[in-house]
C-alpha cells in the first residue's frame, strides 16, 4: 500500500491485555443471570488484543487514501447491493453503485439473479442510471440502441452491416459476481474473489433461526452524512458512546459490559444486555422502573397482568414476557421460539467493509455505510428495518426508500420518535468528529483496546486489503 498515507503502528505485544474488562457485570454474567435458556452463540466470545497505536486522521480525509480505497478494497469485497425482494419477477432490475463503479443486478427469465458492469459494450453509456430500479424485458442501451438479454447476450444492433468485428462473443455485458444469503443480493467486481459462503462465515450459523431470507422491507431511510464512510460505520460499531451521546439509554442498557466479539477480519460482533442499568447510571433504577423506561411508547400496548413482576422474577424476565407478546400481535406471528436475550437484548454484526445486521425483533435493522461520489468527507447511511411477515397473510410489498438530507430528523421519514432522536444525537456526532480530524494537530485517533477493537479491526483489515491480500481468517 502507500507509506504516505494512513499506516497504522504494529500491534503490540501485550498478552495481559487480551483479558482487559469492565469492573461492572458482563453481557455473560447478565444473559444467564435469570437462568433462561441462552443460545449456544451468544456464548461465543473469541476475542484478541489488536494493538494500541493511533490510528491516523488523514485515512478520514485524504482524497488518495480514499483512492486507494476504491482500486484496492472496494473493487475486491463482497457487498450487498439489493434484497431479493427489489427483484422478484424476471427483468426486474435495480442499480448498485460504490464510487464511480455501478453495477446492474438484473433477475433472468430464467429466474436466476446476474450482474453485469453498468456500461455499454458499445461506447460505454450507462445502461441505467444510477440509483434506479425497474423492470425490462431487455436491456437497452439509451444512446443508439444496442440490446442485450436479461442474461446479457447481445441480441441487436443497429446496423450490424457496420460492425462485422462485434459478435455475441466479444459483446456480451460484463458479469459480476453475485453471492446470496439471507434474502440479499451480494456483488463483487474481483472476479477472482473467494466465495461469498467463505467471506461470510460464521454468518450463516448465526442467523439460521430468524429466517432472514423471508423477512420484509418495512422501512428504509437513507440519510445523506458529513463524514468519511469509516467514521459512519465506526459510531455505530461501540457502545462505548453511549454513557455520553445517548445518556436516556443508560437508564435500562448495561453498556460498559457490552461484549465485543472479532470471530474473523470480516465478521464481529457486540452482544450488549438491556433490562439492567447503566453502571455510569448514578442510581440504578428499580424492576419496575426498568420495565417502565423499557416501554416507553408501547405502554398503551401492553396487557396489566403481563407486567406484575412475579415472585423471583427480573424486569428482564418481565419484558421478554411483555415485547414477546406484543410484537407477536403487532406482527402476527409467534414468537414463543425465540429466548428472553434474542427478545430484549442487541446483538448487533458486521460485516467488512460496511454492512451491519441485527438479527434481533425489537430493532430488526440492517444499515449499509456508502461514500456518496468520491468524496471522503461524505457518505450514506441506509437504515432498512427487515420485519418478519405476518404468519397469517400475504408479506408487504418493499418499503421505497425515503431520503434524508442531514439536516432532517429520522421521525422525518417516520422512524419512532424515540428511535429518532437516538439515530439525530449520532449526526451531530460525525460532522463533528470529521471537521476535528482536519482541525487536529495530534496525528490520530486514540482508541480504547477492548470496546473499540472492532474499529481497530476495521483498519487492519482494510490495510490487509490495500496490500493486497484477502483477508478471510486470523493469521493465528
Ligand atoms: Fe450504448 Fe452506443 S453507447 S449503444
Redesign the pocket.
Known amino acids: 500500500m502507500n507509506e504516505m498515507v494512513g499506516t497504522l503502528a504494529p500491534a503490540a505485544e501485550q498478552p495481559d491485555r487480551e483479558v482487559a474488562r469492565a469492573p461492572s457485570a458482563s453481557t455473560q454474567e447478565l444473559i444467564h443471570r435469570d437462568g433462561r435458556p441462552v443460545p449456544p452463540v451468544f456464548e461465543e466470545s473469541p476475542y484478541r488484543f489488536l494493538g494500541d497505536g493511533d490510528i491516523a486522521y488523514d485515512r478520514y480525509t485524504s482524497q488518495a487514501f480514499f483512492d486507494l480505497e476504491m482500486e484496492r478494497m472496494w473493487s475486491r469485497t463482497w457487498q450487498w447491493a439489493c434484497r431479493e425482494e427489489h427483484i422478484p419477477e424476471p427483468g426486474d432490475w435495480i442499480v448498485y453503485d460504490i464510487g464511480d463503479k455501478s453495477v446492474l443486478v438484473v433477475r433472468g427469465d430464467d429466474g436466476e439473479v446476474r450482474a453485469f458492469i453498468n456500461s455499454?459494450m458499445?461506447?460505454?453509456?450507462k445502461l441505467r442510471r444510477s440509483a434506479t430500479s425497474g423492470h425490462s424485458s431487455e436491456l437497452r442501451?439509451p444512446?443508439?440502441?444496442?440490446t442485450w438479454s436479461l442474461e446479457g447476450d447481445l441480441k441487436r444492433?443497429p446496423c450490424r452491416w457496420d460492425a462485422p468485428h462485434v459478435s455475441e462473443q466479444t459483446h456480451g455485458l460484463d458479469p459480476v459476481r453475485i453471492g446470496l444469503w439471507g434474502g440479499l443480493v451480494f456483488i463483487n467486481l474481483d472476479r477472482d474473489a473467494p466465495p461469498l459462503d467463505d467471506y461470510l462465515q460464521p454468518l450463516q450459523r448465526h442467523f439460521a433461526p430468524y429466517g432472514l431470507e423471508k423477512r420484509y422491507i418495512e422501512m428504509h431511510i437513507e440519510k445523506e452524512l458529513f463524514c468519511n464512510w469509516k467514521a459512519g460505520i465506526e459510531a455505530f460499531i461501540e457502545n462505548y458512546h453511549t454513557q455520553e451521546t445517548h445518556p436516556q439509554l443508560l437508564t435500562a442498557n448495561a453498556d460498559e459490559g457490552t461484549q465485543y466479539d472479532l470471530f474473523t477480519p470480516i465478521v464481529t460482533r457486540f452482544v450488549s444486555a438491556n433490562g439492567m442499568s447503566s453502571p455510569h447510571l448514578e442510581e440504578a433504577l428499580g424492576e419496575n422502573e426498568l420495565i417502565e423506561s423499557m416501554l416507553i411508547g408501547a405502554r398503551s400496548m401492553v396487557d396489566d397482568d403481563l407486567l406484575k413482576v412475579g415472585e423471583g422474577e427480573s424486569a428482564r424476565i418481565v419484558l421478554a414476557r411483555v415485547m414477546r407478546d406484543v410484537l407477536g400481535r403487532v406482527y402476527r406471528t409467534d414468537l414463543s421460539r425465540y429466548t428472553d436475550t434474542e427478545i430484549i437484548d442487541v446483538a448487533q454484526y458486521s460485516v467488512f467493509p460496511n454492512m451491519i445486521l441485527f438479527p434481533g425483533l425489537t430493532l430488526p435493522a440492517l444499515y449499509r455505510f456508502r461514500p456518496i461520489g468520491n468524496d471522503p468527507d461524505r457518505c450514506l447511511f441506509e437504515l432498512l428495518i427487515l420485519r418478519e411477515p405476518p404468519a397469517d397473510g400475504p408479506t408487504p410489498e418493499p418499503a421505497e426508500p425515503i431520503r434524508l438530507t442531514e439536516e432532517q430528523s429520522y421521525a422525518e421519514a417516520g422512524l419512532d420518535p424515540f428511535l429518532a432522536h437516538i439515530y439525530d444525537q449520532d449526526t451531530g456526532n460525525l460532522r463533528a468528529q470529521q471537521e476535528g480530524f482536519k482541525a487536529s494537530r495530534k496525528q490520530g485517533q486514540t482508541l480504547l483496546n477492548y470496546q473499540e477493537a472492532r474499529v481497530r479491526l476495521l483498519h487492519q483489515t482494510l490495510d490487509a486489503y490495500l496490500d493486497g491480500e484477502t483477508p478471510l481468517r486470523f493469521a493465528d
Open positions: 455499454c458499445h461506447r460505454g453509456t442501451c444512446f443508439h440502441g444496442w444492433l
